[in-house]
């Protein structure tokens, strides 16, 4: 991508917060934020929990010494949307010392863990489905003591004099869903688990490297933060939860590495599945946490490191229209909403679509992030976004390791490429409340946080 001198100047509206030279700490914390029994699991869709399997965490970093602190958080959640986000970045904002916009926070998107939308479970109350989509006590719970853990290991913060950065290809994990079939026919039918004839389809467009970025103080690992654009499931949606094959591979890694802080990132990966390479038995469940494993392992040994000497921060709004299509509009999802002939999934997904109509009408801008150290990048992106749009970022900093996290402010739901729509992805997907037209939209705000400010 060619962007021009004054293009880029004029574009680059956004707060940015610049530090070189200073002297940096970091404060690892780590929150248990597992959904208690009965809670519903992917927002409705699927059994509520009925077996714990193993717990699910809000794993983050705090990086000082900046302008201001900028927190790094993975959550073993489905999705975190509108208020609920907001909730979560101030309370975390207010114990970290910072800004909600320096809130860097991603869910990992298990489907065996909550969604969280404050708004729409307000909508389904005063329609008689309270708790249908989530349990607003139990929310404030797993945001309170996220909150507490970070407040906790501030006073433990540790030097920080580098970071590095390697990456691994992992093999024989993921597969996009777009299936173009042997007649030419083109779907996207090829989910996290799918038969034979979808395996023997073509991979299509992936991205098949593991990002790793660790930060050090001298010799000694503190942090080690990695991304893979896959949807983290393996089998799912019969009421067990878990953080499935990305958090078996980050319990491994912490027996590797007793005392250094592990955190996992789902990178955009909307249309990104294990389903060429899984059938959804669980016996395949630990097999594609050891390839994971591998990857995180090898991206880690093999990285170089740099001296810590800058955290740059910049945040730019962007706004995303909603989708109006035919059961879209406001008067649809209210019809469906207050429908008692639907299923009570299809009437949560209404108030998800409501909630997020709310967000738009109001002005509310979801946050794109980023956090500069030179010679790497974090980026955070909003919801399910396609895995070309992490592709894209990656050729605009040639310079750097761009380690992208997707699953940032959920509620727009699917987020594809043109590419994807001009396939016809839209017309088949309800978990999905954006225009398609915004492709650009969402690429100029990753260029304005990613291409530093020309003077």
């Known amino acids: 991508m060619k962007v021009t001198r004054n293009l880029l100047t004029a574009a680059l509206v956004f707060l940015v917060a610049t530090t070189a030279h200073a002297e940096f700490t970091l404060a690892t914390f780590t929150a248990d934020v597992t959904e208690p029994i009965g809670h519903p699991g992917m927002g409705g869709g699927i059994?509520?929990?009925?077996?714990?399997?193993?717990?699910?965490?809000?794993?983050?970093?705090?990086?000082?010494?900046?302008?201001?602190?900028?927190?790094?958080?993975?959550?073993?959640?489905?999705?975190?949307?509108?208020?609920?986000?907001?909730r979560w970045r101030e309370?975390?904002?207010?114990?970290?010392?910072?800004?909600?916009?320096?809130?860097?926070?991603?869910?990992?998107?298990?489907?065996?863990?909550?969604?969280?939308?404050?708004?729409?479970?307000?909508?389904?109350?005063?329609?008689?489905?309270?708790?249908?989509?989530?349990?607003?006590?139990?929310?404030?719970?797993?945001?309170?003591?996220?909150?507490?853990?970070?407040?906790?290991?501030?006073?433990?913060?540790?030097?920080?004099?580098?970071?590095?950065?390697?990456?691994?290809i992992v093999k024989d994990v993921t597969s996009n869903r777009r299936a173009v079939h042997p007649d030419g026919t083109i779907n996207f039918g090829r989910g996290s688990a799918s038969p034979e004839k979808l395996q023997a389809l073509p991979i299509d467009l992936v991205d098949?490297?593991?990002?790793?970025?660790?930060?050090?103080?001298?010799?000694?690992?503190?942090?080690?933060?990695?991304?893979?654009?896959?949807?983290?499931?393996?089998?799912?949606?019969?009421?067990?939860?878990?953080?499935?094959?990305?958090?078996?591979?980050?319990?491994?890694?912490?027996?590797?590495?007793?005392?250094?802080?592990?955190i996992y990132f789902s990178g955009c990966s909307g249309d990104v599945t294990a389903g060429k390479f899984n059938d959804g038995s669980p016996e395949n469940r630990p097999i594609l946490a050891k390839k994971?494993?591998?990857?995180?392992k090898s991206a880690f040994e093999s990285a170089e490191r740099h001296p810590l000497t800058q955290a740059d921060f910049r945040t730019t709004p962007l706004f995303l229209p909603p989708r109006s299509s035919e059961g879209f509009t406001e008067e649809d999802l209210y019809a469906t909403l207050r429908d008692e002939s639907k299923k009570t999934f299809i009437r949560n997904l209404a108030a998800m679509g409501l909630s997020w109509r709310m967000r738009c009408e109001a002005g509310i801008p979801i946050d794109v992030g980023a956090l500069d150290l030179g010679k790497a990048v974090f980026l955070l992106l909003p919801a399910e976004t396609f895995?070309?749009?992490?592709?894209?970022?990656?050729?605009?900093?040639?310079?750097?390791?761009?380690?992208?996290?997707?699953?940032?402010?959920?509620?727009?739901?699917?987020?594809?490429?043109?590419a994807a729509t001009e396939d016809h992805f839209n017309d088949h997907h309800t978990w999905l409340?954006?225009?398609?037209?915004?492709?650009?939209?969402?690429?100029?705000?990753?260029?304005?946080?990613?291409?530093p400010t020309i003077e």
Request: hydrophobic fraction near 45%; glycine fraction near 6%.
């Open 47 to 86: 059994e509520p929990a009925k077996e714990i399997v193993d717990p699910l965490f809000a794993k983050g970093v705090v990086l000082l010494g900046g302008e201001q602190p900028v927190v790094l958080l993975s959550i073993d959640w489905c999705e975190i949307r509108n208020d609920a986000y907001n």
């Open 91 to 168: 309370v975390i904002a207010e114990a970290a010392g910072t800004t909600p916009q320096h809130v860097l926070l991603s869910a990992i998107h298990q489907h065996d863990a909550p969604v969280a939308d404050l708004t729409a479970q307000k909508l389904l109350d005063e329609v008689g489905l309270e708790k249908a989509l989530m349990f607003p006590e139990f929310h404030e719970e797993a945001v309170q003591k996220t909150a507490q853990a970070l407040r906790d290991a501030l006073p433990h913060a540790q030097p920080v004099t580098h970071y590095a950065t390697g990456v691994a």
């Open 208 to 262: 098949p490297w593991l990002r790793s970025l660790s930060f050090w103080n001298g010799d000694t690992p503190i942090a080690v933060l990695s991304s893979y654009s896959a949807h983290p499931m393996s089998h799912y949606g019969k009421g067990f939860v878990t953080a499935d094959f990305p958090g078996m591979a980050r319990a491994m890694r912490e027996k590797d590495m007793p005392g250094v802080q592990q």
């Open 292 to 296: 994971l494993y591998d990857g995180m």
């Open 387 to 418: 895995v070309q749009y992490q592709l894209t970022a990656q050729g605009m900093r040639p310079d750097a390791q761009v380690m992208t996290a997707g699953y940032g402010e959920s509620a727009p739901g699917y987020t594809p490429s043109a």
């Open 433 to 451: 409340w954006v225009d398609p037209k915004i492709e650009p939209l969402i690429n100029l705000a990753v260029q304005k946080v990613l291409l």
